[in-house]
């Protein structure tokens, strides 16, 4: 995790710039058109609307929503790596401190190919291609050992590295996810804690934290855990207090659930009861997730809008451009699978 550097924020300048990338994201309006397009042309709209450079560097071996997907991945570290290139002193090192998700993420990609028995060269021209220099350091991972553990040892010169070291035995792979959970959060939360750090992205990690500690017992009742696991899943340190947390891990419906949530004064049950109704119709969790994603990006907007030279519009701008992937994702590979425009959309999250 990033410490907290000295030296001048350049405050002023990275807002603006952070701004005017965001002004250039795709609208609603525009993901909409893409959505009534075929999956043979949404590829060059999608390359022409920002995405070109990447695009181009896919197409000599890839095609269709393979192409595609390694296209928009390789922009989105290129962006990042750009946004950390022009914030400055204290403000790059809270910036960090959101960034380095992004890497628990590719964490979690290497764990996942190697415990899926995925071979180097399909983790190498697939899942992490590389031609995104921003993989060459997963991938010497890849190349270098056998196996889970071996994997999770050659991490052991980075903090969620060590974290997962100290796991006893051998860890399951959903073990190992919810211990890079818990040490970026745990990380986050001390940097901005500090004398130097950042009152609102403190309350907006902790949001996220009480986000994922519920989507995890809804996801825990829906596989049947027992209490003792739900329990240990729960990540330190949000806004909702450990004994709410308890109860609601003791809960068996998502009624017991969002009733024992109801409990803490800090948990928003707006919008609860209609996305309880939608999850039972569709059997699936997406409408709770899509409901608290909702909310953080309105929270993020709202900060952005109070604290409009601040770190929050580089922070929310970043957010902004992981969901424009993240919807193009889903619109991409919805089309390549021939799901009804309709249930693609029902997914979008705008």
């Given at each position: 995790?990033?410490?907290?550097?000295?030296?001048?924020?350049?405050?002023?300048?990275?807002?603006?710039?952070?701004?005017?990338?965001?002004?250039?994201?795709?609208?609603?309006?525009?993901?909409?058109?893409?959505?009534?397009?075929?999956?043979?042309?949404?590829?060059?709209?999608?390359?022409?609307?920002?995405?070109?450079?990447?695009?181009?560097?896919?197409?000599?071996?890839?095609?269709?929503?393979?192409?595609?997907?390694?296209?928009?991945?390789?922009?989105?570290?290129?962006?990042?790596?750009?946004?950390?290139?022009?914030?400055?002193?204290?403000?790059?090192?809270?910036?960090?401190?959101?960034?380095?998700?992004?890497?628990?993420?590719?964490?979690?990609?290497?764990?996942?190919?190697?415990?899926?028995?995925?071979?180097?060269?399909?983790?190498?021209?697939?899942?992490?291609?590389?031609?995104?220099?921003?993989?060459?350091?997963?991938?010497?991972?890849?190349?270098?050992?056998?196996?889970?553990?071996?994997?999770?040892?050659?991490?052991?010169?980075?903090?969620?590295?060590?974290?997962?070291?100290?796991?006893?035995?051998?860890?399951?792979?959903?073990?190992?996810?919810?211990?890079?959970?818990?040490?970026?959060?745990?990380?986050?939360?001390?940097?901005?804690k500090g004398r130097d750090g950042s009152p609102?992205?403190?309350?907006?990690?902790?949001?996220?934290?009480?986000?994922?500690?519920?989507?995890?017992?809804?996801?825990?009742?829906?596989?049947?855990?027992?209490?003792?696991?739900?329990?240990?899943?729960?990540?330190?340190?949000?806004?909702?207090?450990?004994?709410?947390?308890?109860?609601?891990?003791?809960?068996?419906?998502?009624?017991?659930?969002?009733?024992?949530?109801?409990?803490?004064?800090?948990?928003?049950?707006?919008?609860?009861?209609?996305?309880?109704?939608?999850?039972?119709?569709?059997?699936?969790?997406?409408?709770?997730?899509?409901?608290?994603?909702?909310?953080?990006?309105?929270?993020?907007?709202?900060?952005?809008?109070?604290?409009?030279?601040?770190?929050?519009?580089?922070?929310?701008?970043?957010?902004?451009?992981?969901?424009?992937?993240?919807?193009?994702?889903?619109?991409?590979?919805?089309?390549?699978?021939?799901?009804?425009?309709?249930?693609?959309?029902?997914?979008?999250?705008?």
């Amino acid at each position: 995790m990033a410490s907290m550097a000295n030296g001048r924020s350049n405050l002023y300048n990275a807002s603006a710039r952070a701004k005017a990338r965001k002004a250039t994201l795709i609208d609603t309006t525009r993901m909409r058109q893409l959505l009534q397009q075929g999956p043979e042309s949404i590829g060059v709209s999608i390359g022409e609307l920002g995405y070109r450079a990447e695009m181009d560097l896919y197409a000599s071996r890839m095609s269709g929503a393979d192409a595609v997907e390694a296209a928009l991945f390789h922009n989105m570290d290129n962006d990042l790596s750009q946004v950390m290139r022009f914030c400055q002193g204290h403000l790059r090192a809270l910036v960090a401190i959101y960034v380095e998700r992004f890497d628990y993420e590719k964490a979690k990609t290497v764990l996942r190919a190697v415990n899926g028995g995925a071979s180097d060269e399909l983790i190498e021209t697939q899942i992490l291609p590389s031609e995104n220099p921003r993989n060459s350091p997963w991938l010497q991972i890849v190349r270098t050992t056998e196996g889970l553990q071996e994997a999770v040892d050659a991490m052991s010169g980075t903090s969620w590295g060590r974290a997962l070291s100290k796991l006893e035995g051998e860890p399951t792979l959903e073990e190992l996810e919810n211990t890079l959970d818990m040490q970026y959060f745990s990380d986050a939360l001390k940097a901005v804690k500090g004398r130097d750090g950042s009152p609102r992205l403190l309350r907006y990690l902790r949001m996220e934290i009480d986000h994922r500690n519920v989507i995890n017992q809804f996801r825990g009742i829906r596989q049947e855990m027992s209490q003792e696991k739900r329990s240990s899943i729960v990540i330190p340190g949000g806004k909702i207090d450990p004994a709410t947390m308890r109860q609601a891990s003791q809960a068996e419906t998502d009624e017991e659930l969002i009733e024992s949530l109801r409990r803490s004064g800090s948990f928003d049950d707006t919008g609860f009861e209609e996305a309880m109704s939608a999850s039972k119709s569709l059997g699936s969790l997406d409408p709770y997730a899509e409901l608290m994603s909702h909310q953080r990006h309105a929270v993020l907007k709202r900060f952005s809008h109070l604290s409009p030279v601040s770190p929050f519009p580089v922070i929310h701008y970043i957010e902004c451009k992981a969901l424009e992937v993240r919807n193009l994702r889903l619109l991409v590979r919805g089309k390549s699978v021939g799901l009804p425009d309709e249930v693609i959309e029902a997914h979008l999250d705008y």
